[in-house]
């Protein structure tokens, strides 16, 4: 069957790429041609120097305005850019795409499969959302939602009304957090099934061959945030030394060295986060792929969040399932109960429970799909 996924895949994020290039390697094991629809600008930068255009205001300004984005873009030099090369290298050589409009789909595939990720987000997907709802598809086209998320806040009552509306059209819905089954159940008339993220129905041995050769030498606790904090920084720092370990830091939206520590390393790509991983002694992160790919390589770690509340949607609905709720915590928790954790394997019942919800989600995934 030609598949389309609609998903982040351009996005400059660790995450996002991963979990499409993993649905693509999962659908074409079981048979399925797979490409990714490039019709978005989701994951385009176009508001940093030096891609930012300065408006016509007249010779003077425009100089001004020139001036001010160097100074304020400085300590982005050889760190902003290397990093948007690596995710397009990512994009380019492991998620194929094909140039289509959404009412065009039905010339170029039996079926489209909507996530996962945050596609339902309209924080995210902005102008886009009618793309990722799958609106304006012909009906000929077999619609798919697969582990499909809204994030950890919550649509408005039109966008819940648009996302309602969409999913009636679906001919399968999963879901990534039961929140969002709870919210397309009116119109579904059924429960939609939660399913695993992308990225989970893979073991370690499927990532190796993306593995970089990156990891530094030696032991370290490997620190994966998606932003910079400086307190978290101290208290991270603080781990490794407990534990005897380098650390190794990699923030993924850090594109300036100014009043950052020494050490951190930029620009880590797709591939450097799974040597990094794959390597590490230990994990601390605040998020949702941090913990997926902590968990698929079976290693200690805490996942942080930084106001309760904010994080536990996606990451505490994942550990809850898993029986490891206690791994997730607020960041000013005590370190001591975060040493303890990162001392302490992960049960077997974890990985258990992790390799039955990978195959239930196959399974799902394989029949969603049948015609």
């Known amino acids: ?192 099934a939660v399913v695993a993220d992308p990225t989970l129905l893979l073991t370690a041995a499927d990532y190796r061959e993306l593995a970089s050769g990156r990891p530094a030498a030696g032991r370290y606790l490997y620190y994966y945030a998606l932003y910079h904090h400086g307190e978290v920084y101290e208290k991270v720092a603080a781990l490794a030394r407990g534990l005897g370990l380098k650390l190794v830091y990699t923030p993924l939206y850090q594109y300036s060295r100014r009043k950052m520590p020494r050490g951190t390393v930029y620009g880590v790509s797709p591939c450097d986060f799974v040597s990094y991983m794959a390597g590490a002694e230990c994990v601390v992160t605040d998020s949702f792929h941090g913990t997926a790919f902590a968990l698929i390589h079976g290693k200690p770690f805490v996942t942080y969040s930084l106001a309760p509340g904010k994080s536990e949607s996606r990451p505490g609905a994942l550990l809850g399932r898993l029986g490891i709720p206690e791994r997730l915590m607020p960041w000013f928790a005590p370190s001591e109960d975060m040493l303890r954790l990162l001392k302490t394997p992960l049960p077997d019942s974890a990985k258990t429970a992790l390799a039955a919800f990978g195959a239930e989600s196959r399974d799902w995934l394989r029949e969603a799909l049948e015609l």
């Open 1 to 192: 069957m030609r598949i389309g996924i609609m998903t982040f895949h351009k996005a400059p994020s660790c995450g996002a790429q991963l979990q499409a290039w993993a649905l693509k390697t999962v659908l074409g094991r079981m048979g399925h041609s797979v490409s990714f629809p490039d019709c978005n600008s989701m994951g385009t930068f176009t508001d940093r120097w030096p891609f930012r255009p300065v408006p016509r205001r007249g010779l003077l300004k425009t100089l001004r305005g020139r001036w001010k984005d160097f100074l304020n873009n400085l300590g982005s030099i050889g760190v902003f850019r290397p990093a948007m090369e690596s995710y397009d290298r990512f994009r380019i050589e492991r998620l194929p795409e094909t140039h289509v409009a959404p009412s065009d789909f039905g010339s170029c595939f039996d079926a489209v499969v909507y996530g996962s990720d945050q596609v339902w987000n309209p924080a995210l997907t902005r102008t886009d959302a009618g793309v990722f709802l799958g609106e304006g598809v012909a009906k000929s086209v077999r619609k798919v939602a697969y582990a499909v998320s809204v994030g950890d806040g919550e649509p408005s009552p039109e966008h819940l009304e648009r996302i309602r509306a969409a999913a009636a059209d679906y001919a399968r819905v999963s879901v990534r957090e039961g929140k969002v089954a709870a919210m397309i159940s009116p119109v579904r008339g059924e429960e939609s």
